[in-house]
């Protein structure tokens, strides 16, 4: 009887060794790290607009500029479900190695993305009079918002098309191609600017057309990027039963995301009825878990794509490997990310403001900083596992149980049962909550009712397309 011989991936992997190899975890940061340095450059989109209208000599454009990029950054991090779902469904045709399945799945998602980005534009007068009812801003600073909203939401088909290419080039594992991209976003805005604010004095209107310059352009390269590796060179046809079951999976990721953004929002906009300093002080404390988010959202994207990749080979071992290595990765980003706290948040907060209320204040709720990352990195980890395995309703579905059985009571607690020096601690104590609930719901998910070797249920062209092509 012969032997079987192993396959020269699993001979490189050493799948037998519960540390990995150094190829394993080089393979990880190779997809982790260009990300990592994504997410540090994306927020510079919004930073040069404010940078350079911030030495016009009127405040009202920097106002204006910063609150009319708020409410589009919201809109479209909404959006964000169409890059999840696409990495999940490419990583497991990349391991299927099927070219075929990975076309068919950036066109369809290519085409709700256009869909998408085609009603955002019919529906800017809609968000925004729900955006001011909510915000209410003076007169004169809703005129300039509100023009240059109108001008950045001509944008959303592109903004949507690259969140596809995003997802199809994460689930390639060919994130180095991500980063370059959005590096090419960035410095377009930056020319923009300097051409329409500082050039033309087109103040408000320059800075959003120069971010629309920016998202046009970063998506046809992208679509050009992923022309050429997937070698589109045939017509298509949209498949009805994939079509249906993709718009699942994306409503049940934006169900997920928008639960998200409310108890985020919540920790801001409630603590208003605090005091004006706590709104100061949380939105100080936020940042740190935007800080917390650089890292360990890098170890989730490489989580998606390896695990998504394993399943579709249908290596159950390499499911464990990946699953083991990268919660390896996220428990270190964790321990280090609560150490630097621990050391110098003082300092990171006297970076973020020098209002002495604030900073006093601030101090006051860092032992929550401490221990944020230890009880967080469990969700950041597993929503990258649940995307690897196309496992998007139960992502909904714990998300609101968490946020129904566990922020919410402890929210109502903090509002109704503290006092009003402690109530802040009270909505600190509901995100940690939150936050450790949604890890623990999950890992249980996992536990009792998912299998994570087996494939998940995925979409086929047809017989004759298991070939690459």
């Given at each position: 009887?012969?032997?079987?011989?192993?396959?020269?991936?699993?001979?490189?992997?050493?799948?037998?060794?519960?540390?990995?190899?150094?190829?394993?975890?080089?393979?990880?940061?190779?997809?982790?790290?260009?990300?990592?340095?994504?997410?540090?450059?994306?927020?510079?989109?919004?930073?040069?607009?404010?940078?350079?209208?911030?030495?016009?000599?009127?405040?009202?454009?920097?106002?204006?500029?910063?609150?009319?990029?708020?409410?589009?950054?919201?809109?479209?991090?909404?959006?964000?479900?169409?890059?999840?779902?696409?990495?999940?469904?490419?990583?497991?045709?990349?391991?299927?190695?099927?070219?075929?399945?990975?076309?068919?799945?950036?066109?369809?998602?290519?085409?709700?993305?256009?869909?998408?980005?085609?009603?955002?534009?019919?529906?800017?007068?809609?968000?925004?009079?729900?955006?001011?009812?909510?915000?209410?801003?003076?007169?004169?600073?809703?005129?300039?918002?509100?023009?240059?909203?109108?001008?950045?939401?001509?944008?959303?088909?592109?903004?949507?098309?690259?969140?596809?290419?995003?997802?199809?080039?994460?689930g390639r594992q060919q994130s180095r191609h991500a980063m370059l991209l959005v590096i090419f976003t960035n410095a377009i805005n930056v020319t923009a600017d300097v051409?329409?604010?500082?050039?033309?004095?087109?103040?408000?209107?320059?800075?959003?057309?120069?971010?629309?310059?920016?998202?046009?352009?970063?998506?046809?390269?992208?679509?050009?990027?992923?022309?050429?590796?997937?070698?589109?060179?045939?017509?298509?046809?949209?498949?009805?039963?994939?079509?249906?079951?993709?718009?699942?999976?994306?409503?049940?990721?934006?169900?997920?995301?928008?639960?998200?953004?409310?108890?985020?929002?919540?920790?801001?906009?409630?603590?208003?009825?605090?005091?004006?300093?706590?709104?100061?002080?949380?939105?100080?404390?936020?940042?740190?878990?935007?800080?917390?988010?650089?890292?360990?959202?890098?170890?989730?994207?490489?989580?998606?794509?390896?695990?998504?990749?394993?399943?579709?080979?249908?290596?159950?071992?390499?499911?464990?490997?990946?699953?083991?290595?990268?919660?390896?990765?996220?428990?270190?980003?964790?321990?280090?990310?609560?150490?630097?706290?621990?050391?110098?948040?003082?300092?990171?907060?006297?970076?973020?403001?020098d209002l002495p209320e604030v900073i006093s204040t601030a101090q006051r709720y860092l032992p929550w900083i401490y221990v944020l990352p230890l009880l967080g990195h469990?969700?950041?980890?597993?929503?990258?596992?649940?995307?690897?395995?196309?496992?998007?309703?139960?992502?909904?579905?714990?998300?609101?149980?968490?946020?129904?059985?566990?922020?919410?009571?402890?929210?109502?607690?903090?509002?109704?049962?503290?006092?009003?020096?402690?109530?802040?601690?009270?909505?600190?104590?509901?995100?940690?909550?939150?936050?450790?609930?949604?890890?623990?719901?999950?890992?249980?998910?996992?536990?009792?009712?998912?299998?994570?070797?087996?494939?998940?249920?995925?979409?086929?062209?047809?017989?004759?397309?298991?070939?690459?092509?």
């Amino acid at each position: 009887m012969s032997q079987t011989t192993p396959s020269k991936n699993e001979r490189t992997l050493h799948l037998h060794r519960f540390w990995g190899s150094w190829p394993a975890h080089r393979k990880i940061f190779a997809i982790a790290l260009p990300m990592i340095i994504s997410n540090i450059a994306a927020p510079l989109l919004g930073l040069v607009d404010t940078a350079i209208i911030g030495h016009l000599p009127d405040a009202i454009y920097l106002s204006a500029v910063a609150l009319g990029a708020m409410v589009v950054s919201f809109i479209f991090l909404l959006a964000i479900f169409l890059r999840m779902t696409t990495t999940g469904e490419i990583a497991r045709a990349f391991g299927r190695e099927n070219l075929a399945e990975q076309r068919q799945v950036s066109l369809h998602a290519l085409t709700f993305a256009l869909a998408l980005g085609a009603t955002l534009i019919v529906l800017t007068p809609v968000l925004l009079e729900l955006a001011w009812w909510l915000i209410a801003p003076s007169d004169e600073l809703k005129g300039f918002a509100s023009h240059y909203i109108e001008i950045r939401m001509w944008a959303a088909p592109a903004a949507l098309i690259n969140l596809v290419v995003l997802g199809v080039l994460l689930g390639r594992q060919q994130s180095r191609h991500a980063m370059l991209l959005v590096i090419f976003t960035n410095a377009i805005n930056v020319t923009a600017d300097v051409i329409l604010i500082l050039g033309l004095d087109m103040n408000v209107a320059g800075a959003a057309w120069a971010s629309v310059a920016a998202e046009v352009s970063t998506a046809v390269l992208g679509l050009w990027m992923i022309r050429k590796l997937l070698h589109f060179k045939q017509s298509w046809q949209l498949q009805r039963h994939y079509f249906q079951r993709f718009l699942g999976m994306n409503r049940d990721v934006f169900l997920r995301s928008l639960i998200l953004q409310l108890c985020m929002a919540t920790m801001t906009g409630y603590a208003a009825r605090f005091g004006d300093i706590y709104v100061a002080v949380n939105a100080v404390l936020m940042q740190f878990l935007m800080l917390i988010s650089l890292g360990l959202d890098g170890i989730a994207y490489a989580v998606e794509a390896l695990v998504g990749a394993a399943i579709g080979r249908g290596k159950r071992a390499e499911v464990s490997y990946w699953l083991r290595l990268t919660l390896l990765w996220s428990c270190v980003f964790a321990l280090s990310y609560s150490s630097v706290f621990w050391l110098a948040g003082d300092q990171v907060i006297t970076l973020l403001t020098d209002l002495p209320e604030v900073i006093s204040t601030a101090q006051r709720y860092l032992p929550w900083i401490y221990v944020l990352p230890l009880l967080g990195h469990w969700s950041y980890y597993f929503d990258g596992v649940f995307i690897g395995l196309g496992y998007t309703r139960a992502m909904r579905d714990t998300m609101a149980a968490s946020a129904l059985l566990v922020f919410a009571p402890l929210w109502c607690i903090a509002a109704f049962g503290f006092s009003k020096e402690n109530a802040n601690h009270g909505l600190w104590l509901a995100l940690s909550g939150f936050l450790l609930a949604r890890g623990v719901s999950q890992w249980l998910y996992l536990r009792l009712f998912a299998k994570p070797h087996t494939s998940s249920t995925h979409y086929s062209t047809s017989k004759s397309s298991s070939s690459s092509s």
